[in-house]
Structure formats: C-alpha cells, structure tokens
C-alpha cells in the first residue's frame, strides 16, 4: 500500500481564494482525520470521520471551513475564503479501528498571501 | 493553554549523549502516544504505553507511563544524529488524540 496521499504538497493562494485540500486514506481504514499543524500551536485535530461519516468537527476553526467524504477512499478539506492566517501544514491520517495507530500523509503546506 | 504540556521545546545535544524528554498533562488519558517526525514528512508513531507504570523500550529509547496516567517521559540513549527530530507525545480519550507541541531534538555528529 501507498500509505496516505495528499495533494497537493504545496499550495500558495492569494487572500479570498478558495483552497481544496485532497486525501486518500490507506485503503480498508475506516477512520480519517484532519490536522492543522503550526509553530505556535502545534498539531491541533480539525474534523474526523468514521466510516464516512463526521463524527467530530468541533475542531474546525470557522465556517470557511469544511470537510466531505463522499466516499471510503477521498476526503477533501475546503477553505473559502482563505486567509493568510490559515497558513500552515494540514495533514491526513487514517486509522483501522479507535485504538490503533493513525498513519499521516506527507501533508500539505498551504501558504495564503 | 496546551492540554499536553513538553519540555524542553527545543533541545541540541552531542552524539553519544543520553536525554529525556517529558509530556505532562492535568488530564488522564486512556493511552499515550509517542511519535516522532522528521521536516517535510507527516508524524510516525514509536509507541503506545496504556497501563500507569507502563515502561516500553524500543532500541535505545525508553518510554514511561506515569502512574496516573497523566504524564510520560522519552529516554534516549547514546543518541546518534539519525534521532534528530520532532518528538511529539499525543494522549487518547474518545477516540480522539490530542498533541503536545513537541520537543525539536538536534543531534550533532
């Protein structure tokens, strides 16, 4: 298996700009999750899923914000509009059941101007 | 305020030295991860420890459980210029895990 893939790996938009942020978890997990992850607040969890479903969003900053699964194998984290300070690295990861390990995706650093 | 409080933030030690590395909490957690990551790359879990007192070794690294399930420590050592990293601890509730900020190990060679 791949692990997790995320694109893209880099993205740099101007204010106002809407951002698609896209993951395709190892196949056969059924839990995805959404990071953001910053210098000064470290690695902070946004939304996940379980089985497509979300589960937990009380994580995602604002309504800008929003996440789908439309399926077991895509996710996709939208921002509109972008700010510069959404700036930051967003990671994937996904995991086969509640305990065990989450594997990330290489993560995508999102620089908004 | 961090839930997951780690100390120290940054730390640059010569190779051959050992160190620890601590994640402190008021919160119980039902497990505690350690993971490290390298730049440009996503974290890779090292280990889960769930029981307090819980020690695990992996190598040259050594994780403990406090014994209320608060707070653990990474002991490394001999450390050698390929641990060079960010060493995050996360602690699980809910299904949820949530991050320290991470400790920046630097080993110079």
């Known amino acids: 298996d791949a692990g997790v893939i995320q694109s893209p790996r880099h993205e740099v938009t101007e204010m106002g700009q809407e951002v698609t942020l896209r993951c395709k978890p190892i196949?056969?997990?059924?839990?995805l999750f959404w990071y953001r992850q910053t210098m000064m607040r470290g690695l902070e969890l946004l939304i996940y899923?379980?089985?497509?479903?979300?589960?937990?969003d009380s994580g995602m900053p604002e309504d800008r914000f929003s996440a789908k699964m439309p399926n077991a194998s895509f996710s996709t984290l939208k921002i509109q509009p972008s700010e510069p300070r959404d700036s930051a690295v967003y990671f994937c990861?996904?995991?086969?059941?509640?305990?065990?390990?989450?594997?990330f995706g290489p993560g995508t650093r999102l620089t908004v101007l | 305020t961090q839930l997951l409080e780690q100390s120290p933030q940054f730390l640059s030690i010569q190779e051959g030295e050992n160190l620890t590395v601590y994640c402190n909490s008021s919160?119980?957690?039902?497990?505690l991860q350690w993971y490290r990551q390298e730049p440009g790359e996503g974290p890779v879990l090292l280990v889960t420890?769930?029981?307090?007192?819980e020690v695990k070794k992996l190598k040259r690294l050594t994780f403990q459980f406090g014994d209320a399930r608060k707070d653990s420590s990474l002991h490394i050592t001999a450390a050698q210029p390929g641990d060079t990293g960010l060493y995050l601890c996360?602690?699980?509730?809910?299904?949820?895990?949530?991050f320290g900020i991470g400790t920046k190990l630097q080993v110079i060679p």
């Open positions: 899923f379980n089985n497509n479903v979300p589960i937990d």
């Open positions: 996360a602690g699980g509730r809910d299904q949820k895990v949530t």
């Open positions: 919160s119980v957690f039902s497990s």
């Open positions: 420890v769930v029981t307090g007192g």
């Open positions: 196949s056969g997990h059924d839990y």
């Open positions: 990861a996904s995991r086969d059941s509640p305990v065990n390990e989450q594997f």
